[in-house]
């Protein structure tokens, strides 16, 4: 049975008791967490924590993810890597420090980015809008990516890619509230913006978590730099499912009115989905999470599942077993 995501909005203390751990709110009332069940927790409430409780959260391998009052992330209780090895280290950093190697990985990750934007916006052209110049656009911005001969260039063409993808997202959601304007980040300045910025902490956070159950080391990655970020592999990795996991949830939410004006707060020049919303967002995150997508030569695998498949393809590649190709979406 695959371990599940808590989340945690309220603000209380976070306790060990014997062999298990509760949230006890403000008030005093109490909710106990099935540990042998659960794999990470996200804590987006003012949330107290003690040294007896980490030691704990480390013996049963739970990662702790810590949100601030605008939903950011920021920052995680990583427990000792179980299953890193000496020879998988030395391999990322042979392929990092590589700068041909590390320049092959990079465009991966941005051509598997940019073939799965391409699914999505022929998913919404496909049922009725027009967003033919979009798909034009992205198409002969993709044919560039093999020929920069930098990461720095790279990155900045799939930055080029994203912003026409952006500008097309107003044609499908159709609806003025949720204009989208530029990608602004700290602080998003609207509320698609802002829903952007959320639905992408919880995709770093998700393959993160896979990243936990492998041999990899999240600190290397090659498309963002490694160097004092905390984790930069997650965030190669999530370019490639953001837009068939985060952004279809987005769409979703929007044009089927799940989400509306009154989930979002305005902020410090900046808008915020409230507690409300997170809730709404974290819930369909997680139904989607345990869709199912049908792999040839596995068969049936949540997209849970997906991503650390895409995780043990990348260990292969690196340990030259089989040359990294990235999963593009077939619906």
């Known amino acids: ?39 990470e927790i996200l804590i987006f409430g003012e949330v107290s924590v003690n040294k007896k409780l980490l030691d704990f959260l480390s013996q049963k391998e739970i990662i702790l993810h810590f949100f601030n009052h605008y939903g950011y992330y920021s920052g995680s209780f990583y427990p000792r890597e179980h299953y890193n090895s000496g020879f998988m280290i030395l391999k990322q950093a042979e392929h990092y420090l590589d700068g041909e190697k590390r320049l092959a990985l990079a465009r991966k990750f941005v051509e598997g980015a940019a073939a799965n934007i391409t699914k999505v916006l022929a998913y919404y052209h496909n049922r009725g809008t027009n967003l033919l110049q979009y798909l034009a656009k992205i198409e002969e911005l993709s044919k560039t990516i093999g020929t920069f001969r930098t990461v720095e260039e790279t990155m900045a063409i799939e930055g080029n890619i994203r912003s026409v993808y952006y500008d097309a997202w107003d044609s499908i959601v159709s609806n003025p509230v949720f204009s989208f304007g530029k990608r602004e980040k700290r602080p998003p300045t609207t509320k698609m913006n802002a829903l952007v910025s959320f639905g992408n902490s919880l995709m770093y956070i998700e393959v993160l978590r896979q990243i936990y159950q492998t041999h990899l080391d999240p600190r290397i990655g090659y498309l963002h730099s490694t160097n004092f970020r905390r984790f930069s592999l997650n965030l190669d990795v999530a370019e490639i499912f953001k837009p068939i996991i985060v952004d279809r949830i987005i769409f979703s939410l929007v044009n089927k009115k799940m989400l509306k004006s009154t989930h979002f707060m305005k902020e410090l020049n900046g808008v915020y989905l ?54 593009v979406a077939r619906w």
Do not use: C, W
């Open 274 to 327: 409230n507690d409300k919303g997170r809730l709404i967002f974290v819930k369909e995150f997680d139904e989607r999470l345990k869709n199912t997508v049908k792999l040839k030569n596995i068969g049936t695998v949540s997209y849970a599942h997906l991503i650390r498949i895409e995780l043990y393809k990348l260990e292969k590649h690196l340990m030259g077993e089989k040359p990294y190709e990235p999963f």
């Open 1 to 39: 049975m695959p371990k599940k995501s808590i989340y945690i909005f309220s603000s209380g203390e976070l306790k060990r008791k014997q062999n298990t751990i509760y949230f006890e709110k403000s008030d005093g009332t109490r909710k106990f967490v099935p540990v042998e069940n659960t794999a």
